[in-house]
């Protein structure tokens, strides 16, 4: 059951006894052969975020994601029965990558008709079919509905895209997204068009990004020079803390203070931000009337600031004010390297101050991602050394304990499924 205050009684992470409190190893993030069990046993059966639905607003709308992870690439298009589909990016005459520009290995994302290869010319229509067989004539016996484009089973959440590799056995989405997906709905994401995105390549396993970012313990130390210096003292005197922690299936969140938004006394941020009204908590006024959804703010707190929803594997996605929301994918490309695709999402600002204040959000969100990213190489490198390899996770590290927890057990039952296979991570239990 989810718990809205802290318990009365013992930790948050003791109201979940499966986790236990031992040690954790962390072969799951320095180990390549378990990163190729999690290609297999989560990235291949689980809903993936892929973008959303402002990306493809009319009928021929498209992008691509490439989807390392898998070796693959996917277009992600608005078909012409108004629906979104995705497709492997592949053209089924020999093989050539069907949608990309100038560097194959690159993004694109255009509007069109139909899809024509580069290679020799055959079209296919936007729901995939094949439609145009350049010298059809020469092949043998070629039946045009044989050869559409491999779909990818594909829906939407609350306008965000997600993918699933596992056409057979997907869950539906909305189930597969449980209490926080239902307990989200409603909030305006579509009202939140101005746009601004990041993303960088990091020399980590993916899921230490994620560590990084479902735990504010560090934040008082890690971040300690973007407060004015009072105000970091006192925040390194007395420490973090959640309002609460929430899991949900292989899904948790971490509900979190705000106070700085806006603060107490204006002497307590820097002159930036009193001047625009801004910060890292986003524009102080709140120029979006909507009552948030009732996910958010478990613990009803009057201090509440934002929560951190993680959606397993690899989405976040972080309600502030009801007004402006941060999204975080993590792509992983080998067992330590990873592509991080941050999103900052706000109502479009109706004048200069507006933009200003968003601006301030936008640059002051990169300073603490560097931060928190520069420890991340730090990390994996010395994870690796395997000097090291337990450690001792506290009562506001609960998510990251669930996390590698819940990507133990995927990789646990993916090699249950499969007979014969030999357990080769014996160190990770
Ligand atoms: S590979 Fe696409 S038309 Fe030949
Ligand atoms: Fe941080």
Not at 96 to 110: A, C, H, I, M, Q
Request: with cysteine.
């Amino acid at each position: 059951m989810p718990h809205f205050a802290k318990p009365a009684e013992g930790s948050w992470t003791e109201h979940y006894p499966d986790l236990g409190t031992a040690l954790v190893n962390y072969e799951d993030s320095i180990s390549p052969e378990f990163y190729e069990l999690e290609r297999e046993a989560i990235f291949r059966r689980t809903w993936l975020n892929v973008g959303r639905v402002e990306q493809v607003p009319r009928v021929g709308s498209y992008f691509t994601k490439e989807i390392g992870v898998l070796g693959t690439s996917i277009v992600v298009v608005r078909s012409a029965s108004d629906q979104i589909r995705a497709f492997h990016n592949i053209c089924r005459h020999r093989g050539n990558k069907l949608v990309w520009n100038d560097f194959p290995r690159e993004e694109t994302s255009g509007i069109c008709r139909q899809f024509t290869c580069k290679y020799h010319g055959w079209r296919y229509g936007l729901d995939g079919g094949l439609t145009f067989v350049q010298q059809e004539g020469e092949f043998f016996d070629l039946d045009k509905a044989d050869f559409g484009l491999v779909p990818v089973e594909c829906d939407a959440w609350e306008g965000f895209i997600f993918v699933n590799f596992d056409r057979d056995n997907a869950t539906p989405l909305r189930d597969y997204l449980g209490e926080f997906g239902r307990g989200l709905e409603g909030y305006p994401f579509g009202e939140l068009t101005q746009v601004y995105k990041y993303r960088a390549e990091v020399g980590s396993n993916w899921k230490l990004f994620v560590d990084a970012f479902v735990e504010f313990y560090h934040a008082p130390v890690l971040h300690a020079k973007q407060a004015v210096a009072d105000e970091s003292q006192k925040l390194q005197r007395y420490g973090y803390e959640a309002l609460a922690y929430q899991l949900d299936g292989p899904h948790g969140m971490v509900s979190s203070w705000g106070g700085m938004s806006p603060p107490k006394d204006v002497n307590m941020v820097k002159p930036i931000e009193r001047k625009l009204r801004s910060g890292l908590f986003g524009p102080w006024d709140d120029y979006l009337d909507a009552e948030p959804p009732p996910a958010l703010n478990p613990a009803r707190s009057p201090v509440w600031g934002m929560d951190s929803f993680h959606f397993f594997p690899n989405f976040m996605v972080l309600p502030y004010f009801p007004n402006w929301v941060i999204t975080y994918n993590y792509w992983p490309t080998s067992y330590n390297s990873h592509i991080f695709e941050g999103a900052l999402l706000f109502v479009p600002p109706r004048n200069a101050f507006e933009r200003l204040q968003q601006e301030l959000t936008a640059v002051t969100f990169k300073e603490y991602a560097l931060q928190d990213g520069n420890t991340l190489e730090a990390t994996q490198t010395m994870l690796e050394s395997r000097a090291v390899s337990e450690f001792p996770l506290n009562d506001q590290e609960i998510l990251l304990r669930h996390l590698h927890r819940t990507a133990r057990q995927y990789v646990a039952d993916h090699q249950r499924r499969q007979p014969g296979t030999p357990v080769q991570i014996s160190a990770v239990s």
